[in-house]
């Protein structure tokens, strides 16, 4: 008995994988376009499984694709024959739109859709066939008569979907919208469907429509995620200001977090807008009682004071930090202001000695072996601003020692390549950057790529290597904030070593030097060099999307800035620039991105 049962077993197993297989090759067979080797194996199956609706559909599906609709209907009505099903109705009233019978085809899909009336089971299905065959207007009429005949369910999803791709946003917007009524948990998943349907253009007609439906659901029921979805709207158009009001208003509804307002400081500052991040970092210092909290926001209120200070204002500032590490101590609490501080002294008051010096007190504080190495290198990047190379290599290698396979790790294994390279040691700073090319951080694999064929690119040029080792010296000097002497000694590389395979590079660095300091006529004729007699080599593409960015938002020249865009889209499609060019290109050519 126990045999018979394994044999039938071992039979059925064999047919289920025949049937597998041979549903495989007919669906290879229908995606290649070879409609009638699908055909004959569709038909096979069909026979094996009279009553399975897949096979019927495919089989219809592949006379259809052969302009075999007579033979297509006939399935259909002897199918139909057997047993009332409203999706065969929708396929058979589709054969014959395609046999340009419409009025057969309209009335077939309307008594498709007068089958919910008795069984509203059928909406979801009914209203599926009929998207697939982009007859989104009957399937919206399915789901709207689903709304009446099913009030306890919603089709808001499915509505904002068909609407979106018959391209009626407002419509889109207003379903997905009440879709978030019914069910607010899906605030984020809306969130991503809509991001492609808006832009930072917020004169852009697809942004007015859904903050006007924003804020009319405000004023009618002010519920959280109505503000949150509209600080999350103007977040995308960079109105960080508005945002903020948005968020205030959250947390005054529910003061449990400020994690999201904290967020939205950090969103604003790395996107320029130093003013509204202080003021949001101000009112988190108002509001918290929280230590940790409170110095974090000081902190990032002290960075943004830092830039462009006066000898005068960074005095204030040295002042700030020490009231703070007096009212707060100097602990493992405060370790990131105390880093924060040590940047400040050696970069921007460019006192490098009292920077070491504060830095090296604080190794001494009982901190966590991870802390210790953000201390020590931060340090060592001190020493290479005073030019310490080998004790600054010291402090890089005991990180990698100590926290080995750790991203820091990896950071100070770059920066020991790096500072090899500033002291023209080419051969072991490209061993190092070998070992990194595999880094689980893409942006350190990416920077160790980057100077690695800097260095092969050049070494060879010449035996003394002499325009490698003034570039690097150029690079240092930049990394000192030595921005003039850098520019300088880069010009000195163009004179002497003009025509060299380095001369792309030493542009290039020089025009993002000229636009740190704001001379950004100079950058442009750097990049227009490039594009001009480098068109084929490594930075072609980079030239062409930083000369766009600098038309774009500097010189005012919106229109040559789209022509390299649109360069960038149809020349340089493996670029790393190709999706933002995109996005800017359809931006300045007036497009509603969706």
Known sequence: MQKTFLIILIIFGLNFSLAQNSEALADSYYKKGEFKKALIIYQNLNKEKPYSYKYIYKLVETYQQLEQYDEAENILVQRLAKRQNPTLLVELGYNFQLKDSLTKAEKLYDD??????????????IAKKFEDHSLLDQAIKVYDKGKLLTPDKNYSIQ????????????????????????KPNYLSNIKRAISDFISENKTNENNTYL????????????NEYWYEMLSWLYVQEKAYNKSFSQEKALYKRNPESLDRIIELAITALDDNDDETSKDIFNYILETTQDPSTALTAHQYILEIDTKNASEKELKRIDETYNALFKEF?????????????????????KDTDSATSFLRKSLKLNISEFQEAKVKLLLADILVLQEKFNEALIFYSQIQMSLKNSTISQEARF????????????????????????????????DALDLKLLISDNKFEDSLQTALKHYAK???????????????????????????????QTLFQQAKLYEQKKQYNKAEANYLLIIKDWREDILADDAHYYLAELYNTHLTKPEDAKQLYEKIIFEFEDSIYFIEARKKFRMLRGDIIN
């Open 415 to 446: 920066k020991v390549a790096k500072t090899s390279y500033y002291k023209g040691d080419f051969d072991w700073a490209e061993s190092q950057l070998k070992i990194l090319k595999s880094s689980t951080s893409q942006l350190i694999a990416n």
């Open 474 to 504: 150029a690079d240092l000097f930049s990394f000192q904030n030595k921005t003039d002497d850098a520019i300088s000694l880069l010009d000195k590389i163009l004179e002497e070593h003009k025509g060299e395979s380095i001369t792309d």
């Open 329 to 349: 101590g100097k602990s493992e609490l405060t370790l990131p202001l105390q880093l924060a501080y040590g940047q400040f002294l050696a970069f921007n008051k």
């Open 112 to 125: 498709a859709i007068s089958y919910i009336d008795a069984k509203p089971n059928y909406i979801y299905s």
């Open 159 to 182: 509505l904002a979907r068909i609407y979106g791709d018959k391209g009626n946003i407002e419509k889109m917007f207003s379903n997905y919208i009440d879709y978030i009524a019914y």
């Open 211 to 222: 903050r006007r439906a924003l804020l009319k659901k405000i004023q009618q029921e002010p």
